[in-house]
């Protein structure tokens, strides 16, 4: 069967009544799944696909989308459907077209991720262990940051990229001398509702001008995580930070600690794109001189 037609009885079964695809239109942007615009009989929609074995990753996407519409704070696109159909896997959701930014833009994006952020739970980690990018992410629950921080996200990927040689054991070796340095290095904060994979390609200027977010790796963590990522590659404006600083301050010196909460989603990176991410880990070990 044609990947048109696959989708098309995905829809239509999904809907109620036959659709007909119209027009499709490939996406830039996504590594891991195929993405298109796609123009119906019964509306436009945005549309993720790969082989079924990513069915859960779909399920999970959708279940990170879910929690953070429950917020009521940042904005993310509509579930349609999640489906398998043979061996395709399909995730479809509301398209929302890219729109100028408005005014307020930045404060409006500072204020709704703080708010976000006074989500909170009784222990670090989720119901459900989903991903990053390509990879698992565990989340299994610990009631101190710390713990979870390395157990649950320093560790799986330490062992991960061990496994396929892209770290060596003395690498390893000196990764884990920081973790006794952890226990007391992070402020004591309750666990908020963090996005989890919030850099610059995973937000829009949406509807109104007001952003959007997408893609989410939801769990429940120290918010100064979020915050580091967000400084890792760029993309935010500064009045996004100062109106979040306004709206929930930060613990002080909250700058000195963003290299070592940036060690897992450099791990992440090393394990998806290789050596080159090596490089930004071993200036942070470098400060603890190790």
């Not at 079964?13 to 123009?39: C, F, M």
Request: include cysteine; proline fraction near 5%.
């Amino acid at each position: 069967m044609k990947h048109s037609e696959s989708l098309e009885q995905v829809l239509s079964s999904h809907i109620g009544k036959r659709v007909q695809i119209l027009r499709r239109a490939s996406l830039s942007g996504g590594s891991i799944h195929h993405a298109e615009r796609l123009e119906t009989s019964a509306g436009t929609f945005f549309v993720k696909h790969n082989h079924a074995s990513h069915h859960e990753n779909f399920l999970a996407e959708v279940d990170g989308l879910e929690r953070l519409r429950q917020t009521r704070t940042l904005r993310v696109p509509q579930t349609i459907l999640v489906a398998q159909q043979s061996d395709v896997a399909y995730l479809v959701l509301e398209y929302l077209d890219a729109h100028p930014p408005a005014q307020n833009f930045w404060e409006h994006f500072g204020e709704s991720l703080a708010a976000l952020h006074r989500h909170q739970a009784a222990h670090f980690g989720y119901e459900r262990d989903n991903f990053i990018g390509a990879l698992v992410q565990r989340n299994t629950p610990h009631s101190s940051w710390s713990e979870f921080f390395i157990e649950e996200r320093l560790s799986p990927m330490m062992a991960r990229a061990c496994e396929f040689g892209l770290l060596s054991a003395s690498e390893a070796k000196r990764l884990e001398q920081l973790f006794p340095k952890l226990e007391q290095f992070f402020p004591d904060e309750p666990p908020a509702l963090l996005h989890g994979d919030l850099w610059s390609g995973n937000f829009l200027s949406g509807p109104h001008g007001l952003p959007v977010v997408f893609d989410p790796a939801v769990y429940f963590g120290h918010r100064e995580a979020e915050i580091a990522f967000m400084h890792l590659f760029g993309g935010f404006h500064e009045r996004l930070f100062q109106a979040y600083h306004a709206a929930f301050p930060l613990a002080p010196q909250w700058q000195a600690r963003i290299d070592v909460y940036n060690l897992y989603p450099l791990l992440v990176h090393l394990n998806l794109f290789g050596r080159a991410y090596w490089s930004g880990i071993e200036r942070t070990l470098r400060r603890f001189s190790l």
